[in-house]
């Protein structure tokens, strides 16, 4: 199974390991196009501070962030399951996965990055700031920039095995299996709503802190339990075995129903 996630603007402020190395990272396909990205980034941020900061969407207390990402190219690194630090990557907890949830973490984890492509967890990068949905001035939109070199590396990646979608919109247009395809057919998306009753009234409605927790959450739950659902049939049928309520939308569209998180 592959698992396809979000990165979080909350980061890890310093590492310890060299540069970072392209040719070490994973996913070698997206070497060229990792070059390229990291090379107009880093002479956006090397250029006018005022115009990087806009580009970057960043507010005024961030404009640290644009002399961050000047200095990319010598930055210390480290890995990218370490790195990550919002919401979901809290509820997910990689640090604390038994020896053998971390094995299978390293394998099926796929983080989605606008400056890097996607990731594995083990790839050792820097703090960056640069979201799929800056438009670089040479480059354009990232999400559409990386689409062609994605459309050969995630399935490779995924081989023949399911693929779990957690994506937030802006990543999720990166890539996309082509609809009604044999791909698309093993790929299972989720949508966390929470489950509040008003006056008697059920509402339902996406909370980006309980999307966040609970998607981190099952991640967690699927990894310690050693599942290998080749469907998203059968992954419906583990997560409501592991807890978790589920209602299927559509043909590989389903709904996690949440009222708290514990």
């Known amino acids: 199974m592959l698992v396809l996630l ?7 402020a310093v590492g310890a390991g060299p540069a970072v190395d392209l040719a070490s990272l994973s996913l070698p396909g997206l070497t060229g196009t990792r070059s390229t990205v990291l090379g107009e980034l880093v002479e956006l941020c090397s250029g006018d501070e005022e115009k990087a900061a ?72 820097p703090s960056y700031r640069c979201s799929m949905g800056v438009k670089l001035p040479a480059l354009g939109a ?22 779990l979608d957690l994506r937030s919109s802006a990543y999720a247009s990166a890539w996309k299996p082509k609809p009604r395809g044999e791909f698309a057919a093993r790929t299972a998306t989720v949508r966390v709503l929470q489950v ?16 966040k927790a609970t998607k981190g959450r099952l991640v967690r739950a699927l990894l310690e339990s050693g599942a290998k659902p080749k469907t998203p049939a059968k992954l419906t049928q583990t997560l409501r075995e592991l807890g978790f309520v589920v209602e299927v939308q559509a043909p590989g569209k389903l709904d996690v129903l949440v009222t708290e998180i514990h």
């Open 6 to 12: 979000p990165p979080s603007e909350g980061k890890a």
């Open 54 to 125: 806009e580009v970057l969407g960043l507010s005024p207390g961030l404009r640290g962030e644009v002399a961050k990402d000047a200095g990319l190219l010598t930055a210390p690194t480290l890995p990218a399951g370490e790195l990550y630090t919002g919401v979901l990557y809290d509820a997910l907890g990689l640090a604390t996965l038994s020896t053998a949830a971390r094995r299978r973490a390293k394998d099926s984890l796929l983080v989605f990055s606008g400056l890097w492509g996607a990731v594995r967890i083990t790839d050792r990068i």
């Open 196 to 211: 509040t009753v008003v006056d008697g009234v059920e509402k339902r409605s996406v909370v980006s802190h309980f999307n």
């Open 142 to 163: 990232l999400g559409a920039y990386w689409r062609e070199p994605m459309a050969e590396v995630v399935p490779e990646a995924a081989g023949g095995g399911l693929v």
